[in-house]
Every structure is written in C-alpha cells, then in structure tokens.
C-alpha cells in the first residue's frame, strides 16, 4: 500500500496543475481515508473472494496522459463537460448524495479518486435520444507493465435515453492493472441500456465499481460480460431512489485456464414499487474460479418491491471452483422477492446423446456450455451486440479456433 | 456387418451381459426380445459405446472395424445409430444447429467439407416431411417440451438425416399410440437400404407388425438363450417368457 502513497505523494504537483479542478478538490480527503483503511483483505465482506493486495504489489507505471476524444457524440473529456459536474462527481458512490463520504466507502474507489487524473463524462441532456449507441473502447498497449485509473461519470438527464457500450481489449504480453469507477446519475424517466464487455489477457488485472443512482420511472438495464481475462472484480452498486423505476442486471461469464472473475452487487431498494432483475450465469472450466455475490437490500418503506435474482453456474472441470452467495435482506412486509443460485456440471446423459449422433466430445462440451451461457445473452435488448455476442462466444468456445488465432495462449 | 462375440460387460460394477454372441449381416433385421433387466439396453449401450458401461471380455467388430476401440462418435460416424428408449433434452440447443452439428461431423469424419447451408435446410425439409415431424419443433431445444411421441418420432427424424447402416431402435414403441407407431415403423422403413441392418428391441409384437424382423433373439440373464424366426415374436407375445426360461 505504501507505494500508492508515495506514487500518490510523486505526482500530487503535477496532478494539481494538469487536472481538472473537480478531480483535484476531492483527492486529499480520499488519499487519507484511503491511507486509513488499505486494500480490503479478505475480511472485507465484498472482497472476500479476491486477493486485491496481490494485483496491487507489482509496481506499474502510471499513464497520466489526459484523455483526448473527438466528436463522439454526448461525450467528454470533464475539462469540455456541457454542465458543472461537481454535484455527481464522487457523490454517486454511496446509496445517497446527501451522505458524507465515509469510511465505508470502498477501498478502490477512494484510490481511483485520489489518482486519477482525467475522467470521461457521458452527459444525454434532457428528453434526448441517443440515436447511436454510445461506444467507449479501452486498448491496453504498449511495452512496459502498466497502471490505468479510468473514471467515467454518466448524466442521463431526465427522459434521456441511450444505449451505452464499453469494452476493454488488451495487446501484446504486458501486464495490465486497470482501476475503474464509473458513476452513473440516471434521473426522472430515463432510460439506459449499459453493456461492459471484457476481452482482454490473463496478466491483466481489472477492479472496476460502477454506481447507479436511479429516480423515478427510470430502466436501466446493465449487461456485463467476462470473455477473456486474468483477474476481474466487477462491483456494482444501484441505488433505486425514485418509484416506479426498474433495473435489470445481466452478466455472462466465460472463464477458463486460470481465469478469475468475481462480481459483486447491491441493489439497494430504497423506495417503493420498484422492480429489480438479475440473471448472471457462469462457465468455469480447467482451473478457473467464478464468484458472484449479489445482496438486495429492501429498505423499511420500500413497499410493494419485486426482486428476482438468479445465478446459474456450471463447472465443467473437476478442478474449476464457483462460489456464489445470493443475498436477501427485506425490511419491508409487502414484497415480492425471489433469489436462487445452482452449481452443475455438465450433464453426461446429453453428451453421450450427442456423442452418438457423431458430434466429438470436445464439440459437444462447448455446445453445451454455449446453450448455457445463450440464455443470458439472450436477455440483452441490443441486437445487434447480442448477435455479435454469440459468435464471439461460439469463437471463445471453441479451443480450435481461440488457440488458432488469439494472443492468449502464447 | 456386426459380429459380437462373447461379450461380458458391467455397469456400476455389476455384471449384465454374460458372454453374448450375435452376428447381424447386412439389410437383416434381428428381433431382441426378453425380460425386464435381461441385458438389453445394456447391449444396445455397449455397442454404441456408452462410457457409462464396461466391457469386460469379448469384441465387437463392425464392417471389420474394432469397435470397443472407437470412441462413441467415431461408432457413431462409422455408421452405428440409436433410437433411444428415452430421448434426452438438451435446454438451450436447437434441433437445427445440433443437427448442423451431427450432419458436419459425419462429413468431417469422411474428409467432406461441411454442407452447405442452402442444402442442408434442403435436406431438412425433406426429411422432416418423411417422418411427419412439425417444422415448429425444429426451432427449438433438442426434445425439450417434446411430447413422448414427438420424441420417438424425432429419433426417427434424425436417422434419416444421418443415414446409419446399422440401427438399434430401443424399445421405440414404448409411449407410442397406434397411429405414431404407424408413422414411426413406416418412416423407418422407407429409410432402409439393401445394406441397412437393424436391431428392434421390442417386448410387444405390434411393432414387429410393421418392421418385420428376419431373426428374433430372446435374452435373459445376460445370455442370448433362444433364436428363431419371426413366429418366435408371435409365441412370445402369446405365451410368455416362462416356458423359455424353464426350457433354459
């Protein structure tokens, strides 16, 4: 941790003369809560699954290069932002703006605050339609073992609407350390369809936490997806805190070798008559290992709530682990709630089935796991991504093919 | 040509199969009748090379190949085919793309390129036409939501797409009304070649009404303990399997 300190402590000068004012105004209290509490170890409910303190050892280089973006629609770099962005940002990460930040507050979040340089803001005025999808690409490049803090702030004004894609690849054999926080302020009546898709390499290492405050008659719909990957903690975080509004959770996650994936969510209801959906489902083969902790959180008050969350797992190798932890937690009495989580393993009746019909065994194992992981990729409303979704998916199954041409397995 | 000799086989460390010989030349059908527990799905396991099963002694060949040597899918792609007696479900596979899946495999395995697209919805729609099968089911997972029917009749559906020269059909009657077993035997029929040979696992002689078998064979405890015609299937329908197994 004390690298971070003194990295922290190296750049401070230049951080102060380079970055925005909003970035600069909220560091010092977060590099000191941040300095108070270290990484979370595995005490820290959230973290339990993942080893943070070992991705965080090696020493990486900090890019600080500000970002530059270039006429892509209803984005910006915070310098170019169209509004005063001081009230979102670090705000939207705990369950209220109103709430001073607090120890609580996690570990990673307080570090990509005190660090980051530059954040990107994603600003739909009010009662706007994205015509497009809105497309955030990450590349990992370069030569030496390198450090991203990326921060993004998305303002979906009330009616907004807007489909929002982020996918991070990585090139060649460096080793990559990505800390991520994204805040998203999705007001009255807007609705938001938000896709993250991970492919990158086993040396790279993602911590990313996305918050979501939600008000009334808002839909928001987050679908993320592990491809490929070394090791990656996805935190997400909604605060539902307008009626009559309605988040749906999509994850898929396709883990193999020594792959390790872990996604932790709150939903956090804190109003009445809202609906909550989450389906994420697991493929783990050779040795990888699969978390997901998902908590719903029914606060007094919040009246005729519906919740289902469901995490379906399949371990296809006698070595591969799954943990999965759903989590109910209701502090109102009239509610509609359902959570349920299952760990199988490849039914052996359908692969002799197939088997018999002259389909090889290989072949048959990823039919399988394909059907399975389909369904959540089905639940996904942008079609054209689902479509290109299941090929990938096809693609990443196939050992054939991801063995043929990727730099994975070099 | 298939040739067992003197097959001993376990499942869950229990011997089943006690020393079978049997020799199906091509385009014979052979009746397999017997007991509840005699063997029979065993057999028909074993020759299609279900992991879940144990040859202890003997062999198979097939066409002179060394059968327990193949894995399921090459007994499969050598031309080996089994209608099950309970058609599993396959969530989230649709019959289309596992019979893409099966169909290339097959031409794989000869060294064919994969079919083209165009000919096989061709080749689809003929055969679904010849068994009778609605092109809604095609659409959807493998047999799941199927009804009992539908899934024999699906069995049938998929021999023809792959064209065996050898088929076991386990118990194919069973859960089949008058009229799908009609459609069943019948579809089975025009799917036959010079070459085609069978065997008919079957305790009921309605459905030997339609596939008449050249040889019937009586199994019990593990041992083929009778041979005979097809009035052998009629004796036993009438009759009974008591006077056999006093006999024996």
């Given at each position: ?21 909003v ?6 209290e ?49 310098k170019?932002?169209p ?16 709430l001073p930040?607090r ?7 307080l570090?990509?605050?005190a ?27 370069g ?14 004004e ?8 982020f ?19 999705a ?9 993250e ?6 040396k ?20 993320g ?10 935190g ?13 959770l ?7 070798r020594k792959?390790?994936?872990?996604v ?16 994420y ?11 997901f ?12 709530t ?51 019909r ?11 796991k ?41 | 040509m ?10 869950g ?7 079978v010989?049997l ?43 060394d ?13 080996i ?6 058609p ?16 290339n ?45 539908e ?6 559906f ?12 386990d118990e ?19 799917l ?27 199994l ?24 056999i197994?006093?006999?024996a």
């Open positions: 941790m004390t690298q971070y300190i003194e990295l922290y402590n190296e750049i401070l000068p230049l951080l102060q003369k380079q970055s925005h004012p970035l600069n105004a909220q560091r010092e977060t590099m000191a809560l941040f300095a108070q509490q270290g990484f979370p170890d595995k005490s820290v409910e959230r973290y339990r699954y993942t080893d943070v303190a070992a991705s965080f050892a090696p020493n990486y280089g900090l890019s600080l290069a500000p970002l530059t973006i270039k006429d892509v629609p209803y984005v910006y770099a915070i170019d932002a509004i005063d962005v001081s009230p979102y940002y670090n705000k939207v990460n705990r369950p209220n703006p109103s930040l120890e609580e507050v996690d570990s990673l979040t570090l990509n605050t660090l980051a340089h530059d954040a990107v803001v994603i600003y739909v005025p009010k009662g706007e339609k994205a015509k497009q999808p809105i497309r955030i690409e990450n590349t990992l490049n030569e030496q073992d390198t450090m991203v803090v990326r921060r993004v702030l998305i303002i979906m009330e009616l907004a609407e807007a489909t929002i894609f996918v991070d690849h990585a090139n060649g054999g460096s080793s990559y350390l990505t800390s991520q926080v994204i805040e998203v302020v007001k009255d009546g807007a609705q938001l369809d938000m896709y898709m991970e492919e990158t390499t086993e790279c290492h993602r911590y990313s936490n996305l918050y979501i405050q939600v008000g009334r008659n808002a839909n928001i719909r987050h679908n997806v592990t491809l490929s990957n070394g090791v990656t903690r996805n997400i975080d909604v605060y539902l805190q307008g009626e009559c509004s309605e988040v749906t999509n994850g898929a996650v396709i883990a193999d792959q390790h994936v872990d932790n969510t709150l939903i956090d209801h804190q109003v009445p008559q809202c609906v909550s959906n989450e389906l489902k697991y493929v783990a083969d050779d040795q990888a290992v699969g978390a902790a998902g908590r719903i959180l029914v606060r007094e008050g919040a009246q005729q519906i919740s289902h969350e469901t995490n379906n797992n399949m371990c296809a190798s006698e070595e591969a682990r799954i943990y999965t932890q759903p989590m109910l937690e209701i502090y109102a009495d009239d509610v509609k709630c359902a959570h349920g989580s299952t760990v199988g393993v490849m039914d052996e009746a359908a692969l002799f089935y197939m088997q018999q002259g389909i090889p065994l290989e072949e048959a194992r990823t039919l399988l394909n059907a399975f992981i389909s369904q959540v990729i089905d639940e996904m409303k942008w079609e054209s991504f689902r479509d290109r979704l299941h090929i990938l998916v096809d693609k990443r199954l196939s050992k054939e093919e991801r063995c043929g041409s990727c730099k994975i397995c070099k | 298939l040739e067992i000799k003197n097959l001993h086989a376990t499942v460390g229990k011997e089943i199969l006690k020393g010989n020799t199906i030349n091509d385009g014979e059908i052979h009746a397999l009748m017997g007991t509840n527990g005699a063997g029979k799905s065993t057999l028909s396991n074993v020759i299609v090379g279900n992991p879940a099963y144990e040859v202890t002694e003997g062999s198979i060949t097939f066409d002179g190949q059968l327990l040597a193949m894995s399921a899918d090459e007994r499969a792609n050598a031309g085919f089994m209608s099950f007696q309970m599993v479900e396959i969530p989230g596979v649709s019959m289309t793309n596992f019979m893409k899946a099966a169909v495999a097959r031409r794989k395995a000869r060294g064919e390129e994969p079919m083209k697209a165009a000919e096989f919805i061709k080749l689809m729609k003929e055969k679904r036409q010849l068994v009778e099968i609605d092109q809604k089911l095609m659409s959807r997972s493998v047999n799941e939501g199927f009804s009992g029917g899934k024999k009749r699906n069995e049938i998929q021999m023809a797409m792959l064209e065996p020269t050898f088929c076991i059909l194919t009657d069973s859960g089949l009304d008058v009229d799908a077993l009609r459609i069943v035997a019948t579809g089975f029929n025009k036959r070649t010079e070459k085609t040979s069978a065997m008919v696992i079957t305790h009921y002689q309605r459905l030997l009404d339609y596939i008449k078998p050249d040889i019937v064979h009586v019990i405890d593990g041992k083929i303990v009778m041979t005979g015609g097809p009035d052998l299937a009629q004796k036993i329908e009438d009759e009974g399997f008591d006077w197994k006093n006999n």
